[in-house]
C-alpha cells in the first residue's frame, strides 16, 4: 500500500515567542532617513504574494525511505537534480541566500547543507533516547560555562592570582575560537538543527539567533581544557588530587560539547569542527605563544604592539556580513577588544615595573586570603563601573563624529547597523549581546531556576523559517505550491520577531569597551594592588 506524500513532510512548527524583545525603532533625524529605512535592511514579507515573489523553496535538500529513516546518498544525489523549469527560480527560500551571498559563498553553503539536513532525524533520535528532567537541568545550566558572560568574568581572575600565563594563553584561544567560529557562521550562514523535530534547550536569548555552523561552545570548551590539563600536567604528580582536577576538567569539556547535541542547538558537524578549531587553537598557542609574548612584552616594542592592534581592528572589519541579523559579529568584535586590550595593557605594565614581564606580582602568603578577596572585589567594582559608563558616553560622542566621517563619504556600513545619519540618538539602554547587563542579572538567575522549562520547539530566527520552508518545500517538490502554504509560510516570516535595531557607533563603542575591560584587568588593577600593597 502506498504511503501518504504527507507522511515524511514535518509538519509546520508551531510560532514560539523569540526569547530577544520585540526591535526598537530609533528616534529618526528629523530630515536624515527616509520613513521605513531605519533598522529594516531586510524587509519581512506579509504577504502570500512577497513571499511567492522571494520565498519558494529549491530542490535542494534530501529524501528519506518510505519507513522514515534518512539516506545520506539520497540527499546528496537530490543536489544533482534540474529545476522545476516551470518554477520561478526567485521564489525559492534558498535564493534568500542565493541574493545576499556571493557566489562562491552560496555554493560553498549549498555544498555543505545537505550534510546539515542529513543529521537532523538522527539528532532527533538521540535527543528522544536520551531526554530526561534531569538531564535538561544539568545541561541547560551547564551551557552556561560555555557563554562568553561567564568567560568575560571569569578571564581576569588569572591575571590577578599570579597566573599571567595561563590567563593569557586562555585569551588567546578564546578570542580567536570566538572571531574563527563566527567568520565561519556567518560566512556560510549554515541553519542550526531544524526544530521541529528537535526541541532546544536553551538559557540564552541571543544563541538562538546565530548560525550553527561550527559550535563556538565545543571549540572553546575544547581549547580551554586542553590548556588545563597541559598546566595540570607540568605542575602537578600523578595522585588522588591530580585525578580529581582531570576528572573536573574532562566532565567540564564533555558537558558542553555533548551537551550542545543534547539540547538541539548543534549537530554532529557543528561540533566536530568546533572541536578541531579548538585542538588547532590551542597547538597554535602552546607552538608560537611564547615567542608571541616575548615580542609584545619587550622593553621598547611599541611598533609590535600598534602591528597587534592594527591587524586586530583589520581582522574585525573583513570580517564577513551575513545573509541575516546574526550576533556573531558582536561577540567576535568584544572578544578582539579584549585580546587589544591585554596586550596593550600588559606591555604598558611591563615598561612601567621592569622585571614583571607583564604580570601583576601576586604572592599568597603576602597578601593572604582576606587580600586576594580585596583584589577580586575591587578589580571587579573597576571593570563594572567602567564598561556601562564608557558605553553611554561613546553613545553620545561617536554619532556625530559618525555623521561627520558619512558626510565626507569614508564611511563603511555594516549590514544591519543603522547609520548614523539615520538615527538621532542612541536608546540609554540597549541589550549586550556579548554580556548580560547588570539589570538582567536578576532574570538570568530566575531562568536558572527553571531551567527544566527553558525548552522551545519551532523557528526562533528568520534564518530558522526560511530553513523550515525550504525543508518543506523540498518534501512536496512534485506538488504544485498551495495558497494555504504560501499562506503559513507568509504568516510564519511576519511573525518571527528580529533581533533590535543595531546602531553603527556599537562596533566602535564594543571595541573600545572590551579593550578597556583588558587594559583595566591588567594594567590599571596591577598598579592599584600595588600602591595599596596587597
Not at 557563554?147 to 586562555?170: D, E, K
Not at 569539556?253 to 539540547?263: A, K, Q, W
Not at 609574548?293 to 604592539?305: K, N, Q, S, T
Amino acid at each position: 500500500m502506498a504511503a501518504n506524500a504527507d507522511d515524511d513532510i514535518l509538519p509546520f512548527p508551531t510560532l514560539q515567542p523569540n526569547p530577544l524583545p520585540q526591535r526598537e525603532e530609533p528616534e529618526k533625524a528629523s530630515s536624515l532617513a527616509a520613513p521605513g529605512a531605519v533598522g529594516e535592511p531586510t524587509p519581512t514579507p506579509t504577504s502570500a504574494s512577497e513571499v511567492n515573489e522571494s520565498s519558494r523553496a529549491s530542490s535542494t535538500t534530501g529524501t528519506t525511505t518510505p519507513n522514515g529513516s534518512s539516506s545520506l546518498t539520497s540527499l546528496l544525489a537530490a543536489y544533482e537534480r534540474k529545476p522545476d523549469a516551470d518554477k520561478d527560480a526567485g521564489n525559492r527560500p534558498l535564493d534568500h541566500y542565493k541574493a545576499r551571498l556571493p557566489a562562491w559563498r552560496n555554493s560553498l553553503r549549498n555544498a555543505v547543507l545537505p550534510l546539515i539536513r542529513w543529521e537532523t532525524p538522527h539528532l532527533a533520535e538521540v535527543q528522544r533516547w536520551a531526554r530526561t528532567p534531569a538531564l535538561d537541568v544539568y545541561f541547560g545550566l551547564t551551557a552556561n560555562l560555555g557563554t562568553h558572560t561567564f568567560y568575560v568574568i571569569s578571564l581576569p581572575l588569572g591575571f590577578w592570582v599570579g597566573a599571567p600565563g595561563l590567563a593569557r594563553s586562555i585569551v588567546f584561544v578564546l578570542a580567536f575560537g570566538v572571531f574563527l567560529t563566527g567568520v565561519l557562521k556567518d560566512l556560510l550562514c549554515l541553519p542550526r538543527p531544524l526544530s521541529p523535530p528537535l526541541h532546544r534547550i536553551s538559557m540564552s536569548g541571543s544563541a538562538a539567533l546565530e548560525y550553527g555552523f561550527p559550535s563556538t561552545h565545543t571549540a572553546n570548551a575544547v581549547s580551554v581544557g586542553l590548556l588545563v590539563n597541559r598546566v595540570l600536567v607540568d605542575n602537578m604528580a600523578p595522585g588522588p588530587a591530580y585525578y580529581t582536577f582531570q576528572g573536573l576538567n574532562v566532565l567540564y569539556v564533555l558537558s558542553i560539547t555533548l551537551g550542545r547535541v543534547y539540547c538541539g542547538m548543534h549537530g554532529f558537524l557543528d561540533v566536530l569542527t568546533g572541536a578541531v578549531i579548538g585542538a588547532l587553537l590551542y597547538w597554535a598557542r602552546m607552538t608560537s605563544g611564547p615567542a608571541v609574548d616575548r615580542l609584545l612584552l619587550a622593553p621598547g616594542a611599541i611598533v609590535p604592539i600598534v602591528a597587534w592592534v592594527l591587524a586586530i581592528i583589520v581582522a574585525v572589519r573583513l570580517h564577513p556580513e551575513p545573509a541575516d541579523d546574526c550576533p556573531c559579529f558582536d561577540d567576535a568584535v568584544a572578544f578582539m577588544g579584549v585580546m587589544a586590550g591585554m596586550a596593550v595593557g600588559q606591555w604598558c605594565f611591563a615598561a612601567a615595573y621592569p622585571g614583571s614581564n607583564g604580570g601583576i606580582p601576586y604572592d599568597l602568603q603576602h597578601t593572604g586570603a582576606t587580600g586576594t578577596a580585596l583584589r577580586l572585589v575591587l578589580g571587579v567594582a573597576l571593570i563594572a563601573v567602567w564598561r556601562p559608563t564608557m558605553k553611554r558616553a561613546l553613545h553620545r560622542l561617536l554619532p556625530p563624529l559618525f555623521r561627520s566621517i558619512e558626510r565626507h563619504g569614508l564611511s563603511m556600513p555594516r549590514r544591519f547597523f543603522t547609520p548614523a545619519s539615520e538615527y538621532k540618538n542612541v536608546p540609554a539602554k540597549i541589550a549586550d549581546a556579548t554580556f548580560v547587563e547588570p539589570y538582567a542579572f536578576s532574570s538570568l538567575f530566575s531562568g536558572m531556576r527553571r531551567a527544566k522549562r527553558a525548552d522551545s520547539v519551532g523557528p526562533q530566527s528568520t534564518a530558522d523559517v526560511y530553513e523550515s520552508i525550504a525543508y518543506r518545500r523540498y518534501k512536496k517538490q512534485d506538488e504544485p505550491a498551495t495558497k494555504e502554504d504560501e499562506l503559513k509560510e507568509a504568516e510564519m516570516l511576519s511573525q518571527v520577531v528580529r533581533p533590535r535595531v543595531k546602531y553603527d557607533v556599537e562596533v566602535v563603542t564594543k571595541l573600545i569597551v572590551y579593550a578597556g575591560v583588558a587594559i583595566i584587568a591588567t594594567h590599571f588593577c596591577g598598579v592599584l594592588f600595588l600602591i595599596l600593597n596587597i
